[in-house]
């Protein structure tokens, strides 16, 4: 009997079930559909309902005033408020993808809802053009619109979450030639990727997208189409023509079937069911009409608004909210009249078996080879149940066959039981969110989730999260930031226990976040002591700083040794503190200050002399000083223009004179000095010489220089001012002399008196110009034989070198004086002998 009683509510349309179950009685009151713009969201999602002000109404006891309301699908009132939008008319309104409700009014503004009734700012405009030529229809599809204006103009936001709204290809429709009927075929299922619209304009379909128009004609057609409706997956249409015929087509217009309705008038409403028929609305009548030229009515005596959904269609009216699905394979297999599949027979077992029927066991053997699909047959049936007690049973009839089967998955049945929970969780009346088991597939667990939350259902959304073995930190994260706009009237401390107590339920979740809410929320004192419980210091201390807590983030920056959040925080501190506060904030803590110095050295020189002078570091003002007079230095215009020569002997003077102020710097105080000294010593002959080649060369490149240019008295002051010793001097003026190659005045320099270190600089300079000539000279003047002998074969003497070699009797001397002549045989004999000799004395 349970059988007959279920397949009784079930409409036969050819060879296939509809049912047509309520979900809710409308707990609404004196709600009227016909007098009302009516917008609901698909997957059991919010109804908008505002008065019509296109249709003249009496008023019965309310106001005059429009109010948008938005209920749940049970006619539970979620929102309510007062419509003051200006713009014209309402044209239409929808509900995105994310349940924010679009509704475009006359001069082409869009304005956004949320489902607690609140405007989101800002709005949006379709265009001066849509501005100037007024909507007088759109056609909403998932995320987008479609404009028509008056002047028969197509505009089209393709996202709502990125409002573009852009023009659509010109149709050539006049002010008197509008379309009898609108229709979108969205972007996913289009091969351009862009919207399509068809109007049924005339005798036939024009196509537009953005860039063309292409005209279906009466021939392919059939006649006028006066109502268009699009399948779910964007692959059929569905078209009323002018004779009262339905057409159902693909969308390359390839005749499926006809149906002949009985009315020529174009219904009020059409809509796809499922994918395997078409729903029709006029004034009182429901046609439901499938292939073959079948169909099956419905009457009804109040207006009726039609939801399509994945798997059906969902009928409000003023009394109720109902389902038309088509019945699923598996529960028409069950509770079929007559029915004798396995699964049943197995249903049937299980009614045996609870009147302790040995009938149950027989029904058990005669499936017993085809158990398994019996079993997952009543899991599929109880899945697309709404009837808690039909879902229970048909779960007990599939736990029960399940005992008999060894090879079947026992995991199906339990995650059935958690989808089902779930269902049944939202769709209890005072949640009104009737999701069949095919659309919370499709939408996904993650996304009812965010819906919940949205709505403010937090413990439903929780608890689910928990059971799904979800991450539950969005959750926690939207109540307190909810609790914390809501909660205007509990003190912060007493706030913040409640807070903590939750968000203590998920280990890792963001207190930052939850302090910046409070922040937005004007409650600083309360974002303060919520960011104290946040670990994570790269998410603690830029709201620190924005609730104005810049000493707190700078502890808590230089405690997490992170330098770029030190730096956030001393950039920001610099900004907007004066500079001696900003000095004494940074001098007790050494990481931050270290920090602020590296940085300054590099950018701020002028602001860190500053620190350094506050704090008495007046060394490291110099060192500044000292730097800046070298960067003056590299200066371009410096090289050859004199002008910063003087500012940069005034910088080392200055540091000279910081640097004698402290006893522990008297080497650098005196180099500073001598710097100074040296680079007036050095501007003076660049201008009496008219040649840039002497700043920033060193005390021994300035007199080889002078000596070089001839300016022997100015190489002499140097020497003198700098107490250049006597052997350097030597040293430098040889090399200068030989590099002029004045060899004249190097002679006379060395007959001048003895030199302090002998006649070796002469040598070794004129033989690195490679002037053997010349170093013949002093050669013989060397006193150390050794030297000698060297300096001989270095000019490739080899007898000479022997002879001052076997004067200083060293063996070692002889063999390296050999290897330097190892590609001259004689010279090689030379010494060979002499080592015999010397080998032969002892020595």
Same mark, same amino acid.
């Given at each position: 009997?349970?059988n007959?009683?279920?397949?009784?509510?079930?409409?036969?349309?050819?060879?296939?079930?509809?049912?047509?179950?309520?979900?809710?009685?409308?707990?609404?009151?004196?709600?009227?559909?016909?007098?009302?713009?009516?917008?609901?969201?698909?997957?059991?999602?919010?109804?908008?309902?505002?008065?019509?002000?296109?249709?003249?109404?009496?008023?019965?006891?309310?106001?005059?005033?429009?109010?948008?309301?938005?209920?749940?699908?049970?006619?539970i009132?979620?929102?309510?408020?007062?419509?003051?939008?200006?713009?014209?008319?309402?044209?239409?309104?929808?509900?995105?993808?994310?349940?924010?409700?679009?509704?475009?009014?006359?001069?082409?503004?869009?304005y956004?809802?949320?489902?607690?009734?609140?405007?989101?700012?800002?709005?949006?405009?379709?265009?001066?053009?849509?501005?100037?030529?007024?909507?007088?229809?759109?056609?909403?599809?998932?995320?987008?619109?479609?404009?028509?204006?008056?002047?028969?103009?197509?505009?089209?936001?393709?996202?709502?979450?990125?409002?573009?709204?852009?023009?659509?290809?010109?149709?050539?429709?006049?002010?008197?030639?509008?379309?009898?009927?609108?229709?979108v075929?969205?972007?996913?299922?289009?091969?351009?990727?862009?919207?399509?619209?068809?109007?049924?304009?005339?005798?036939?379909i024009?196509?537009?997208?953005?860039?063309?128009?292409?005209?279906?004609?009466?021939?392919?057609?059939?006649?006028?189409?006066?109502?268009i409706?699009?399948?779910?997956?964007?692959?059929?249409?569905?078209c009323?023509m002018?004779?009262?015929?339905?057409?159902?087509?693909?969308?390359?217009?390839?005749?499926?079937?006809?149906?002949?309705?009985?009315?020529?008038?174009?219904?009020?409403?059409?809509?796809?069911?499922?994918?395997?028929?078409?729903?029709?609305?006029?004034?009182?009548?429901?046609?439901?009409?499938?292939?073959?030229?079948?169909?099956v009515?419905?009457?009804?005596?109040?207006?009726?608004?039609?939801?399509?959904?994945?798997?059906?269609?969902?009928?409000?009216?003023?009394?109720?909210?109902?389902?038309?699905?088509?019945?699923?394979d598996?529960?028409?297999?069950?509770?079929?009249?007559?029915s004798?599949?396995?699964?049943?027979?197995?249903?049937?077992?299980?009614?045996?078996?609870?009147?302790?029927?040995?009938?149950?066991?027989?029904?058990?053997?005669?499936?017993?080879?085809?158990?398994?699909?019996?079993?997952?047959?009543?899991?599929?049936?109880?899945?697309?149940?709404?009837?808690?007690?039909?879902?229970r049973?048909?779960?007990?009839?599939?736990?029960?066959?399940?005992?008999?089967?060894s090879?079947?998955q026992?995991?199906?049945?339990?995650?059935?039981?958690k989808?089902?929970?779930?269902?049944?969780?939202?769709?209890?009346?005072?949640?009104?969110?009737?999701?069949?088991?095919?659309?919370?597939?499709?939408?996904?667990?993650?996304?009812?989730?965010g819906?919940?939350?949205?709505?403010?259902?937090?413990?439903?959304?929780?608890?689910?999260?928990?059971?799904?073995?979800?991450?539950?930190?969005?959750?926690i994260?939207?109540?307190?930031?909810?609790?914390?706009?809501?909660?205007?009237?509990?003190?912060?401390?007493?706030?913040?226990?409640?807070?903590?107590?939750?968000?203590?339920?998920?280990?890792?979740?963001?207190?930052?976040?939850?302090?910046?809410?409070?922040?937005?929320s004007?409650?600083?004192?309360?974002?303060?002591?919520?960011?104290?419980?946040?670990?994570?210091?790269?998410?603690?201390?830029?709201? &620190?700083? *924005?609730?104005?807590? %810049?000493? !707190?983030?700078?502890? /808590? #920056?230089? =405690?997490?040794?992170?330098?770029? +959040?030190?730096?956030?925080?001393?950039?920001?501190?610099?900004?907007?503190?004066?500079?001696?506060?900003?000095?004494?904030?940074?001098?007790?803590?050494?990481?931050?200050?270290?920090?602020?110095?590296?940085?300054?050295?590099?950018?701020?020189?002028?602001?860190?002399?500053?620190?350094?002078?506050?704090?008495?570091?007046?060394?490291?003002?110099?060192?500044?000083?000292?730097?800046?007079?070298?960067?003056l230095?590299?200066?371009?215009?410096?090289?050859?223009?004199?002008?910063?020569?003087?500012?940069?002997?005034?910088?080392?003077?200055?540091?000279?004179? &910081?640097? *004698?102020?402290?006893? %522990?710097? !008297?080497?650098?105080? /005196? #180099?500073? =000095?001598?710097?100074?000294k040296? +680079?007036?010593?050095?501007?003076e002959?660049?201008?009496?010489?008219?040649?840039?080649?002497?700043?920033?060369?060193?005390?021994?490149?300035?007199?080889?220089?002078?000596?070089?240019?001839?300016?022997?008295?100015?190489?002499?002051?140097?020497?003198?001012?700098?107490?250049?010793?006597?052997?350097?001097?030597?040293?430098?003026?040889?090399?200068?002399?030989?590099?002029?190659?004045?060899?004249?005045?190097?002679?006379?320099?060395?007959?001048?008196?003895?030199?302090?270190?002998?006649?070796?600089?002469?040598?070794?300079?004129?033989?690195?110009v490679?002037?053997?000539?010349?170093?013949?000279?002093?050669i013989?003047?060397?006193?150390?034989?050794? =030297?000698?002998?060297?300096?001989?074969?270095?000019?490739?003497?080899?007898?000479?070198?022997?002879?001052?070699?076997?004067?200083?009797?060293?063996?070692?001397?002889?063999?390296?004086?050999?290897?330097?002549?190892?590609?001259?045989?004689?010279?090689?004999?030379?010494?060979?002998?002499?080592?015999?000799r010397?080998?032969?004395?002892?020595?």
């Amino acid at each position: 009997m349970a059988n007959v009683s279920v397949a009784a509510e079930w409409q036969l349309l050819i060879n296939r079930y509809y049912r047509k179950p309520e979900l809710y009685p409308m707990r609404w009151k004196h709600i009227d559909l016909s007098r009302n713009k009516v917008a609901c969201a698909p997957f059991g999602g919010p109804i908008a309902i505002i008065r019509d002000d296109s249709k003249i109404v009496q008023l019965y006891a309310e106001s005059a005033l429009r109010k948008l309301r938005v209920f749940n699908s049970a006619g539970i009132l979620l929102a309510e408020t007062v419509w003051k939008q200006p713009g014209g008319r309402l044209i239409g309104m929808s509900w995105t993808e994310d349940q924010t409700l679009i509704c475009i009014v006359q001069d082409g503004t869009i304005y956004r809802y949320n489902v607690h009734g609140e405007v989101l700012e800002p709005s949006f405009s379709m265009g001066k053009e849509c501005f100037e030529q007024n909507v007088v229809d759109c056609v909403f599809w998932g995320n987008g619109v479609v404009c028509l204006t008056e002047a028969g103009k197509l505009f089209c936001v393709p996202d709502f979450k990125e409002i573009k709204p852009c023009k659509l290809a010109e149709v050539g429709m006049g002010d008197e030639e509008l379309p009898n009927c609108m229709a979108v075929i969205e972007p996913q299922y289009t091969v351009s990727g862009n919207v399509e619209v068809l109007l049924g304009v005339g005798s036939g379909i024009v196509i537009v997208d953005e860039d063309e128009v292409r005209f279906i004609d009466e021939e392919k057609i059939g006649g006028v189409v006066l109502k268009i409706a699009v399948s779910h997956n964007g692959r059929f249409l569905a078209c009323f023509m002018h004779d009262g015929r339905l057409v159902v087509m693909n969308t390359e217009f390839r005749d499926f079937f006809q149906y002949q309705c009985e009315s020529a008038l174009p219904p009020e409403q059409m809509a796809w069911c499922g994918l395997d028929s078409v729903l029709l609305y006029w004034d009182d009548v429901l046609l439901m009409v499938g292939p073959s030229e079948d169909s099956v009515s419905y009457i009804y005596d109040e207006p009726v608004i039609f939801i399509p959904e994945c798997d059906g269609v969902r009928i409000l009216s003023n009394t109720s909210m109902e389902f038309v699905q088509r019945v699923p394979d598996s529960t028409v297999s069950i509770f079929k009249i007559g029915s004798t599949s396995p699964a049943s027979l197995l249903f049937d077992a299980l009614d045996h078996f609870d009147r302790r029927s040995a009938k149950a066991d027989e029904n058990l053997r005669l499936i017993r080879a085809s158990l398994p699909e019996a079993v997952e047959a009543c899991i599929d049936a109880a899945g697309h149940e709404f009837d808690v007690s039909r879902q229970r049973t048909l779960l007990r009839a599939a736990s029960y066959g399940q005992a008999f089967c060894s090879n079947f998955q026992r995991d199906h049945i339990q995650e059935m039981c958690k989808t089902l929970r779930v269902l049944n969780a939202v769709r209890n009346p005072e949640i009104g969110i009737p999701l069949s088991i095919e659309q919370y597939k499709l939408l996904s667990a993650p996304v009812l989730i965010g819906r919940l939350i949205n709505a403010h259902q937090h413990l439903l959304a929780l608890r689910i999260s928990e059971y799904a073995g979800m991450n539950q930190e969005v959750v926690i994260m939207h109540w307190a930031c909810t609790k914390i706009t809501a909660s205007l009237a509990i003190p912060d401390a007493a706030l913040l226990e409640i807070i903590l107590d939750k968000l203590k339920l998920c280990k890792g979740i963001s207190y930052a976040a939850v302090a910046a809410h409070a922040d937005r929320s004007g409650r600083r004192k309360l974002a303060a002591m919520l960011v104290d419980h946040e670990p994570r210091s790269s998410k603690q201390v830029p709201l &620190l700083l *924005s609730i104005a807590e %810049e000493d !707190t983030a700078l502890m /808590k #920056a230089t =405690e997490s040794g992170d330098s770029d +959040l030190v730096y956030l925080v001393l950039f920001h501190i610099w900004q907007k503190r004066p500079a001696l506060e900003f000095f004494g904030t940074i001098q007790a803590r050494p990481l931050a200050r270290d920090l602020f110095i590296a940085y300054a050295r590099c950018y701020k020189h002028e602001f860190l002399k500053d620190f350094f002078l506050s704090t008495g570091q007046l060394q490291e003002v110099a060192f500044l000083l000292w730097k800046e007079s070298w960067e003056l230095g590299k200066n371009p215009m410096g090289s050859k223009g004199s002008p910063l020569h003087g500012p940069r002997i005034k910088l080392i003077e200055k540091a000279h004179n &910081l640097f *004698s102020e402290t006893k %522990e710097h !008297t080497f650098e105080s /005196k #180099a500073a =000095e001598e710097h100074a000294k040296l +680079l007036r010593i050095q501007h003076e002959l660049e201008v009496s010489t008219k040649q840039p080649i002497f700043v920033d060369s060193s005390i021994s490149d300035t007199i080889r220089t002078c000596i070089a240019l001839g300016n022997h008295r100015a190489a002499m002051k140097v020497k003198t001012e700098f107490k250049v010793s006597e052997k350097r001097w030597y040293w430098l003026k040889v090399f200068a002399l030989v590099t002029i190659r004045d060899w004249e005045a190097l002679e006379k320099f060395s007959k001048e008196k003895r030199p302090p270190m002998g006649f070796r600089p002469f040598v070794e300079a004129c033989i690195d110009v490679d002037e053997k000539a010349e170093a013949l000279k002093y050669i013989p003047k060397l006193v150390d034989p050794r =030297e000698r002998a060297e300096a001989y074969a270095r000019i490739g003497m080899a007898k000479e070198a022997a002879d001052a070699a076997s004067q200083a009797k060293d063996g070692e001397l002889l063999g390296r004086l050999k290897l330097s002549f190892a590609q001259n045989t004689a010279a090689s004999s030379i010494f060979d002998t002499l080592r015999d000799r010397l080998s032969f004395q002892g020595v």
